[in-house]
């Protein structure tokens, strides 16, 4: 029997010819992850332990992202650790202040993302490389101590669920959108455990950032890993920004792979969606919820942080004013200037809103854009779990950056359609 | 003596554990004092070494952070017994040695403040104030391995010598 492409990455990560859901193996990393919040806890666990190595300094990607620029004094020692270690090990690709940005929307963008290859993360978001048609998934901080130090951890291989997107999206409609149906029709364990395949003719339209969007948000599904396979439109992303290692495998599902489940979408009958308080699964069509009245707006993060995104909401929001706080965070420095070059930041100041540097900030109610009590926000971002951006009693709506931005304009939640 | 703390929810989340605003630390005694925070900010006080937390599916679900269980072993929770765990917590629970059940009867069973005796390699709880036992499926082989070894890192220093 055939594989799926997940299995066929696990099982070339551990040495063998076929390994089947529900199998135990130990993968060789390709490409380790190493972020401000989880990863310091690592560095420490590893030292008190007397072990002090990394197995491949070319392979280890640091970037603080969470708390970055410092947001107090205990953020600033995460760093200083952060800091100290990268450079005591030579880390070869350690993107300091100034080059550090939102982890998943970096990686790719400084091309250390390949298909076929096996990368690990210590933030939940990690999921997003499946793009790539890798197998990319989030760990915490002890598996990231053993990645470091061994660059091998175990997995149990997952069943695979394939999802099947058709026909081609309405204006207005995003990637973004198709996934919060997606949720909202399965649940935030719909496929706990599980591999998230994507596929169907939708995909084919969708630029790798709309697709990163998708499969960032697999783990709000409860999933391993989320993928995609590899396409013309993967190849072009590579041959723009891979560097240093330009090869890579290509692995494919065969078309006798095994799968727990199939769900099928036609993508054509997708609306705006709003995903509201409290979890990612309360996905509405935005005409359920219009004019429910927000207190903010933020457009950025690891789901909807990239230039893509900035230029759907520069579009609509071009010679408007917003009536809410309107937070913009470009997710890399690369990205700020892109949007810097392209007089999108001229669009947002005019329009009132506030830039800010790259980070994960309030996404996760860290920094630079936290909610009062009772207050709302429709934003961008992958979570709207309680407290998530701020006081336990607001509230955060998950939409695109085109609704976000809509929803700015107005001052309560709108359909982007009407601004197109 | 072992209490259930019992949350008869499901998708109780790693912001409701420890929420991001504690995340600029990885002390577990300043991370156990805000534990369950967003969920019941009673619970820090009410809670003994030895208690056990009992929830619906899917707990411990969104984030990566290791914090949680930080958090949770902090205040001295021995176990969560939960009908179903999030994958990654689940994995961090296994990779920091503490022992996770998974059993929806024993989830749907005990009730807020009983009192428990747990026996983890018989796989029964004997819930005391009920009069009932409950029987679970211990974790897999693989995962007591590590638990037994005391970790991960533990695990992994045990099978390289």
Redesign the interface.
Known sequence: MGMTITEKILARAANKNSVRPGE?VDAQLDVVLFID??G??AV???ET?G?DKVFDREKIIVTPD??QPA??I??A??HKRLDQWARRHNIKYYYKLGRAGVCHALLPEQGHIRPGEVIIG???H?CTYGAFAAFST??????L??AI??GKL?FRVPASMKFVLSGKLGPGVYSKDVILAVIARIG??GT??KAMEFTGSALKSMSMEARMTMTNMA?EA???NGIIGFDQTTKQYLDEHLKDKKDYTIYESNSDAKYEEVEEFDCSKIEPMVALPH?PSNGVTISECSAKQMDQAYIGSCTNGRIEDLRIAAKILKGKQVAIRTIIVPATPTIWKQAKDEDLFDIFYDAGCVIAAPTCGAC???FMGVLAEGEKCVSTTN?N????MGH?KSEVYLASPATAAASAIEGKLTDPREYL | MTKAHVYNR??I?T??II???Y????DQAELAKHCL???DAEFVKKVQADDVIVAG??FG??????HA?WAIRGVGIQTVIAK?F???FY??AI??GFYLIESAEAAEKIKDGDELEIDYEAGLIKDQTAGIDIRFNPLPD?ALEIINDG???EH??KTAD
């Open positions: 135990l919040v989880t310091p806890p420490s666990m590893l332990r072990i969470h708390f947001k107090d205990k953020s020692e995460l210590p933030d939940s990690t989030g760990v915490g901080s002890t598996d101590a053993a130090a061994t175990w935030v364990d706990l455990y783990i409860g999933a391993k979890l996760l109610g860290g979570r779990f309680v407290g998530r336990p | 499901d998708h989340n912001d409701e929420p991001a605003r995340l600029n630390t990885d925070e967003d969920l599916e899917d679900c969104g984030s990566s952070r290791e269980i179903s999030a994958r990654i994995r961090n990779n920091n693989f970790g991960l890192l992994i220093k």
